[in-house]
Each structure stands twice: as C-alpha cells, then as structure tokens.
C-alpha cells in the first residue's frame, strides 16, 4: 500500500490555526475526548477507529457468535459476550450531559450501553469528525524536521498513519496532539 501525507496535514503557520487532535478509539473515553475537542473552535479533531461502528469494547456485531476468533480489523470481531451486563449502575455509566434514556435497567445489557453510545454521538453530532474501520499502522513524533515540528507547551507534533480498512489504502497526516483512547 503506498504511504500519502494528505494536503491536510501541512503545517501552519499562524499561531491562529486550529491545533489538529487526533483521537484513537471510539469507546467511551475516544467519544467524550472527541466531543469536548469538537466544541472548540481552536481544535480541528479526527477520530480514528478501527471497527465499522463505534462502541469500543460495547461494540457487538450481530454474526459475531458464527465467526469466533476473527481478527481485530474484521467485522465480526468483539471482546464482549452475548449476555453481558455492565457492572456499574447507568447512574456512573453516563457521560455529561447524555443521562440514558428513562426506564433503563441499572445494570444494562451489551445493545443498551450500544445505544446509547450511538446516541451520545448523534446527540453531540460527532460523526462528522470520525473516521470507521481505520486501523493506526504507526505514531512517531515530528523530531529534526524543522518545516514540520512545532514544539510548544504540549510537545512536538505527530505524525499518525492509518490504514482506510475498506479501501486497502495508507495515509499519514501530522497533528498537534494524539490522544489513545483504547482502554
């Protein structure tokens, strides 16, 4: 697959620019880090994750049963169970702003805490910003290219490369700070 660095990805010049965030995992902690960058003009922020849907490790796929022990880019793959249930009450679960809906259980199943993952991201309009079935190949710090590193309070920047899992395609962009989010 040949590598790309995507126009996006230059580096800028005036201190007004927003600083690129790229996110990695779309779980719970990948969905509220993207939703708090996303409301902040001064980020432009892009969240990478390697499953087609978001969920993180709530993500179960319907098929997944018939096709056990699949590789983590398949589409089938999940670390969950069928019957699982949180072990936290929906009180501790929800995130700011976003209670689950009425009449939930306390103690919710898999598609439940799903849903309400999918929810929180329509909610707070995150699509726009994530970037499914995009696996990370490497992450390396922007060090002794002078055109490209800016060091400031929070370090040099990034260069991630992904891999676009259904188009069988790489691309490198550069960013100002990388956030893992895999749990």
Same mark, same amino acid.
């Given at each position: 697959?040949?590598? %790309? !660095?995507?126009?996006?990805?230059?580096?800028?010049?005036?201190?007004?620019?927003? %600083?690129?965030?790229?996110?990695?995992?779309?779980?719970y902690s990948? !969905?509220?880090s993207?939703r708090?960058?996303?409301?902040?003009?001064k980020?432009?922020?892009?969240l990478?994750?390697?499953?087609? %849907?978001?969920?993180?490790v709530?993500?179960?796929?319907?098929?997944c049963?018939?096709?056990l022990?699949?590789?983590?880019?398949s589409?089938f793959?999940?670390?969950?169970y069928?019957n699982?249930?949180t072990?936290?009450? $929906?009180? !501790?679960?929800?995130?700011?702003g976003?209670?689950?809906?009425q009449?939930?259980r306390?103690?919710?199943?898999?598609? $439940?805490v799903n849903?309400?993952?999918?929810?929180?991201?329509?909610?707070?309009?995150?699509?726009?910003?994530?970037? !499914?079935s995009?696996?990370? @190949?490497?992450?390396?710090?922007?060090i002794?290219?002078?055109?490209n $590193?800016?060091?400031?309070a929070?370090g040099p920047r990034?260069t991630? $490369?992904?891999e676009?899992l259904?188009?069988?395609?790489? =691309?490198?962009?550069?960013?100002?700070? @990388?956030?893992i989010? =895999?749990?």
């Open positions: 697959m040949p590598s %790309r !660095l995507s126009n996006s990805s230059i580096a800028h010049s005036g201190s007004s620019a927003p %600083r690129r965030v790229a996110v990695i995992g779309a779980g990948g !969905l509220c993207l708090h960058f996303a409301g902040d003009a980020y432009e922020v892009v990478f994750e390697q499953a087609n %849907r978001i969920g993180g709530w993500n179960y796929p319907a098929g049963e018939e096709n022990e699949q590789d983590p880019a589409p793959y999940s670390r969950m069928k699982m249930r072990n936290l009450p $929906t009180d !501790l679960m929800c995130l700011e976003f209670p689950f809906p009449g939930s306390s103690y919710c199943d898999v598609q $439940t849903n309400y993952l999918e929810g929180y991201a329509k909610h707070f309009h995150l699509s726009e910003h994530i970037k !499914l995009h696996r990370i @190949v490497n992450i390396a710090p922007q002794g290219d002078k055109e $590193t800016r060091v400031a929070i990034w991630v $490369t992904y676009d259904q188009q069988s395609s790489e =691309t490198s962009e550069i960013f100002d700070a @990388v956030l989010c =895999t749990g």
